[in-house]
């Protein structure tokens, strides 16, 4: 392949990168911060994919959708959590495992009651309908590069919000050290709930970038959560910058493996995380156990 | 009570840290047969971390640890348990909803049953039980075999986790704060049990009661911040300036 | 072997209850029995880890439809083989395949070893869907094994079939029940239990519970390529889904409908898992909201409310949401007769499983 087509996987694979980073973010501060598995996060995905697709229907464009995503989804999921998650912290395994997938099937049904159970598109924004040239042979879809530009920013947001904030200290602190949840004290309540609302709002947000991507239909959040658990397992516990890295190096390994060796290339991210289990289990940016 | 010579489990210049922090510094002691060891020094200098690291659950960050002679140090916590290193844990650490005999019994197993033998029905591991019988006995725990260990009041259940160090026939002891939580009398019988068990095994023992300490102790090491501060037999200990000013002046 | 004679007399009982169905029921029913009793199968091998153990697995379907494919793939296109070889067959490949996942997940813990089973699980579901090696998304049908030992083969004609089937489920069943009991009664199940209520104290006292845990999980995943086995000869179908991760959750559903701690909790679960499965159906053939709601004037939403209802998976998320919320214990913490309750080991403290 020529070394246009090579860039252009790059980028693909960046982007890709960047969509899982902002999904296994919020799957890791919840899980880091409440300990706490959610199934349910590649759905929240698909619900905000739908969004994209209801939303430019009946408007015409998905930028409008954006900060529905982002404001539905953090009011969204505090619901969630003020309503059923915080009754399940203390529980086991077992009833968390089972919750969450209860509510993976009661958003498939609603999505089928609601929209179908067909194949739609959405339409990339006119507005970055056309290609960046870069050099003389090779240009860049627009779009692609919009949604680079915004994971990257709301990349830099969390990372702002978890390093420089009094509640990003304390979830750094309650990440590395669970005990500490009950030292924060009466502040606990209203971390989970932002955490919670933070996480669901990204998980939406990733949905409404990747609806003119990838095409909204059914089942389409479980690929994302399961790939998500894969950057999760690579990046670390809790650890938010594990997790872009090693939703960067997922992205470029699964992209690049499609163009090159597209045979084995579906396998190629489990033999990654097979090859990081054995070599360091707690993650390549997690504490060492 | 004069301790056989050659040292069963001795470290040298054992250190570890967690980040930059060091809990233990440069630590080498010796444990033999038939004498009680008593670590003592305030909280945090260290001596759980060292109980953790003889006990193979943590790696040292330097240093060597010895058993019988024989490098041990990134030996497992099962691996030094199968070793004949038996510990006890400082906030009780049992099986709640099981029974005293069986609590006492998966002790015992791990040790006396070969893997051969696992698919043996449990009710035929007579050899076991009788092991486990007489592990009870000692304790005085017999009478209480068939209660809900959970159930059990906090002394009985420190007796439980001296039952299953003991179990495995180990021959060297870790016995981190025994007495922790204990009421007069129930300590009193526990001090009666520690003093005896001294004789069969190279004992370590944690406590923070220097009446019981300087009473049972062969030898004692005292530990500040992670370092060794003195060593030596209880008289020399309780002489030692250093340590009034450090530790016993103190109230700890 | 088994606990009591009154534990014996129960499962004699059960056997004989279930054994009688066939004389009892339309063929229909019968085959629907056989699923409920492969379902079983498939909860009965996985309580082996989340009862017993304390690991809770979502990539346990992935040996069940592992077993399943692989009966596929050692069929020739024309005749089935004997169950003397597929059986086998089915039942090693799924223990190679646990013993390779359960090698690498279970170097972690807790909700990692429940992210990478599932990631692992995933894996095998990919390699059935995204390849042509097992008909790819459609699913391939397939020659049933034969019932055939050492030259002697058991014919059986068409409209006998279901009978056959369910029998032969019945009998694995049994066995494995049997099997596992006796597992759990030897020294072994000792270990297990004691790794289910503090492994920490576990590896103190001496044992090397990773070893404990992936023996466990291999013979949990064998067994499950037994019932994966059993589905491939049930439906003489096997499609991508059988392999997927819903298959793993709604084994577990079953073992929290039944109970944690028994052996026929699952098998309980199963039953009444698939059973519920067809409630929309039923609903679906009689129509009684849609004509409720006629006989009152409220026609239209008569219509909508009878569709939800009809909703297998609505109905599923919400049974597991009720069980989950109210009956934290499952069906057990309903007063059940104290026969059908423990057969191995001291009730759990819920509590002392949580260790992340």
Avoid at chain 1, 97 to 113: G, K, P, Y
């Amino acid at each position: 392949m020529s070394l246009a087509g090579f860039l252009a996987q790059l980028l693909n694979g960046v982007q890709y990168g960047l969509l899982l980073f902002l999904i296994a973010s919020g799957l890791t501060l919840i899980f880091g911060v409440m300990g706490i598995i959610n199934l349910a996060h590649g759905s929240l995905f698909m619900v905000g994919a739908y969004v994209a697709f209801l939303v430019t229907r009946s408007v015409g464009s998905v930028w409008l959708a954006l900060p529905v995503a982002l404001l539905a989804g953090a009011a969204f999921g505090a619901l969630l959590e003020r309503g059923l998650f915080r009754h399940f912290y203390k529980r086991d395994h077992l009833d968390q495992v089972l919750l969450t997938f209860a509510l993976i099937l009661l958003f498939e049904e609603a999505r089928s009651i609601f929209v179908g159970n067909d194949f739609y598109s959405v339409p990339v924004p006119t507005a970055f309908d056309f290609s960046v040239p870069i050099t003389a042979g090779f240009s860049y879809s627009a779009y692609r590069f919009a949604v680079i530009g915004v994971c990257l920013a709301l990349a830099v947001a969390l990372f702002l919000w978890i390093e420089r904030t009094r509640m990003g200290a304390i979830i750094r602190a309650a990440a590395e050290k669970p005990e500490m949840v009950d030292v924060i004290g009466i502040d606990a309540r209203r971390v989970h709930m932002t955490v919670f609302a933070v996480g669901t709002a990204l998980a939406l947000t990733a949905g409404v970038l990747a609806a003119p991507l990838y095409s909204v239909y059914p089942g389409m959040g479980d690929g994302f959560l399961i790939i998500s658990f894969v950057v999760v397992v690579i990046g670390g516990l809790g650890s938010i910058s594990g997790a872009f890295w090693s939703a960067l190096l997922i992205g470029l390994v699964d992209t690049l493996g499609k163009a090159y060796v597209p045979a084995v290339a579906g396998l190629a991210i489990y033999v990654l995380m097979a090859a990081v289990l054995l070599w360091r289990p707690t993650g390549l940016f997690g504490q060492r156990g | 009570m004069k301790a056989d010579s050659a040292p069963v489990l001795e470290t040298t210049a054992l250190s570890k840290s967690f980040g930059g922090l060091a809990a233990v510094r440069d630590v080498s002691i010796a444990l033999r047969r038939g004498e009680l060891h008593a670590v003592i020094g305030p909280n945090g200098a260290g001596k759980s971390t060292l109980v953790n690291l003889l006990s193979g659950e943590l790696k040292p960050t330097s240093g060597e640890i010895r058993l019988d002679g024989r490098l041990v140090d990134s030996a497992s916590a099962p691996r030094m348990a199968q070793a004949g290193v038996a510990r006890s844990f400082q906030r009780t650490n049992i099986f709640p909803p099981l029974s005293v005999l069986e609590n006492v019994r998966l002790a015992a197993q791990a040790i006396h049953t070969p893997t051969r033998e696992l698919l043996r029905p449990r009710s035929s591991a007579r050899d076991l039980d009788a092991r486990v019988a007489v592990v009870l006995e000692h304790i005085g725990l017999h009478e209480a075999r068939d209660r809900i260990a959970g159930t059990l009041s906090h002394g009985e259940q420190r007796l439980i986790e001296i039952a299953m160090t003991l179990a495995g026939d180990p021959r060297v002891l870790l016995l981190d704060e025994p007495l922790a939580g204990m009421g007069n009398e129930e300590s009193e019988a526990m001090a009666r049990l520690l003093k005896g068990l001294a004789r069969d095994y190279a004992v370590l023992l944690i406590e923070h009661d220097m009446d019981f300490v300087f009473s049972v102790a062969d030898r004692m090491t005292v530990m500040v911040e992670g370092a060794l501060l003195a060593s030596g037999a209880p008289q020399e200990i309780r002489a030692d300036a250093a340590v009034q000013r450090a530790y016993l002046g103190a109230p700890s | 072997m088994l606990p009591t004679p009154k534990g014996a007399f129960a499962l004699a009982a059960g056997t004989a209850m279930l054994a009688m169905l066939p004389f009892m029921a339309q063929p229909y029913y019968v085959e629907l029995a056989t699923t409920a009793l492969v379902a079983a199968m498939l909860a009965l091998s996985l309580q082996l880890l989340v009862g017993c153990t304390g690991l809770v697995s979502l990539g346990h379907g992935a040996f069940y439809g592992l077993a399943a494919y692989t009966v596929y793939l050692v069929t020739p296109e024309d005749a089935g083989l004997s169950i003397m070889i597929t059986l086998p067959l089915a039942v090693l490949t799924a223990g190679g395949a646990a013993l390779l996942v359960g090698a690498l997940s279970l170097r972690t813990r807790g909700f990692f070893f429940l992210m990478v089973t599932l990631a692992f699980g995933q894996m095998i579901f990919f390699i059935f869907h995204d390849t042509k090696l097992g008909g790819g998304t459609d699913g391939a049908y397939l020659a049933r094994p034969a019932l055939s030992f050492l030259g002697l083969e058991l014919t059986y004609t068409r409209r006998q079939r279901p009978v056959y089937l369910y029998y032969v489920a019945l009998v694995q069943l049994v066995a494995m029940y049997l099997f596992l009991a006796f597992l759990l009664r030897s020294l072994f199940g000792r270990v297990l239990e004691g790794i289910r209520v503090n492994e920490h104290r576990m590896r103190a006292l001496g044992y090397d519970t990773y070893r404990y845990k992936l023996a466990a999980f291999v013979i949990a995943g064998a067994l499950a390529g037994a019932a994966g086995h059993m589905w491939a000869m049930h439906r003489a179908f096997v499609n991508p889904e059988i392999v997927g991760w819903h298959r793993s959750a709604e084994a577990l559903l079953m073992i929290l409908l039944g109970g944690l701690q028994s052996l026929h909790g699952p098998i309980l679960g199963a039953l009444a898992f698939t059973g519920l499965g067809e409630l929309p159906q039923l609903v679906g053939d009689a129509k009684p909201l849609a004509r409720f709601f006629a006989t009152i004037g409220l026609d239209d939403f008569g219509v909508r409310v009878q569709a939800l209802a009809e909703r297998k998976l609505l109905l599923e998320g919400l049974v597991i949401l009720a069980v989950v919320l109210a009956l934290p214990r499952g069906l057990a913490s309903l007063r059940l007769p104290r026969f059908i309750r423990p057969a191995y080991g001291e009730p759990p403290a819920r509590d002392e499983q949580v260790r992340p």
